[in-house]
C-alpha cells in the first residue's frame, strides 16, 4: 500500500475526446430504453420487444466508438509478450504491421458495410418490429468504420512524428 500523498499536477486533465463524449451518449440512451422496457413490463406485464432494435444498434454504434478510443489512446487489446523482447527496428515493424492490419480490417468492414447499406436502402427492407427502414440501423457501421480508420492514421502520424521513447499528451506513447 502506497502512503504517499497523491501528487496535484498543475496541469488540468485533458478535455473528453469525440469518442468519449459520443460513447457516454449511447451509453445513456442504451440505459434509458432498457430501463424504460423494465418499467413497463414491471407495471404492464408487457414488454417492448421493438426496442431490442434499437438497443442492437446502439451496441453495434458503442463498439465501434470504443475501439476508436482505444486506438486513439494506444491502450487496444494486444498480447506483447513477444514483441517486447524483440530489438527496437522489429518492434518498430511490427507496430506498423498492426497499424496496416488494423486499417486493414476496418477499411474491409466500411466497404461491405456499406454495400450492406447500400442493398438494404435499394430493396428496400424494414426491420421486423418496427417496420423502419433497415439501413437507418447499418448505415453507422461504414460511417463509423471510416472514422476509425481515420482515427488510427492520425494517431499513427502522431506517433511518428514524436521522438524516440517520447509521448504524447493523452497518448500511450509507442509501442509498449
Known amino acids: 500500500m502506497n502512503t504517499e500523498p497523491p501528487s496535484h499536477d498543475t496541469e488540468s486533465p485533458a478535455p473528453y475526446t469525440i469518442e468519449q463524449i459520443l460513447s ?6 442504451i440505459v434509458l430504453i432498457t430501463f424504460g422496457n423494465v418499467l413497463a413490463r414491471y407495471f404492464t406485464s408487457q414488454s417492448f420487444a421493438a ?7 446502439l451496441l453495434i454504434v458503442l463498439s465501434f466508438l470504443g475501439s476508436s478510443a482505444a486506438f486513439a489512446f494506444d491502450r487496444h487489446i494486444r498480447v506483447d509478450f513477444f514483441v517486447r523482447k524483440l530489438p527496437p ?49 447499418t448505415v453507422w457501421m461504414p460511417v463509423l468504420a471510416v472514422a476509425l480508420v481515420l482515427r488510427l492514421v492520425i494517431a499513427r502520424a502522431r506517433r511518428s512524428s514524436l521522438p524516440p521513447g517520447g509521448k504524447a499528451h493523452g497518448d500511450g506513447g509507442g509501442v509498449k
Open 89 to 137: 527496428g522489429a518492434r518498430a515493424f511490427a507496430d506498423w504491421l498492426s497499424f496496416a492490419v488494423t486499417a486493414s480490417l476496418f477499411a474491409f468492414i466500411a466497404f461491405y458495410a456499406g454495400k450492406l447499406t447500400w442493398d438494404q436502402y435499394r430493396f428496400e427492407e424494414t426491420s421486423p418490429a418496427l417496420g423502419v427502414p433497415q439501413w437507418w440501423y
Open 51 to 57: 426496442t431490442e432494435e434499437f438497443s442492437i444498434a
Open 24 to 29: 457516454g451518449i449511447v451509453m445513456g440512451l
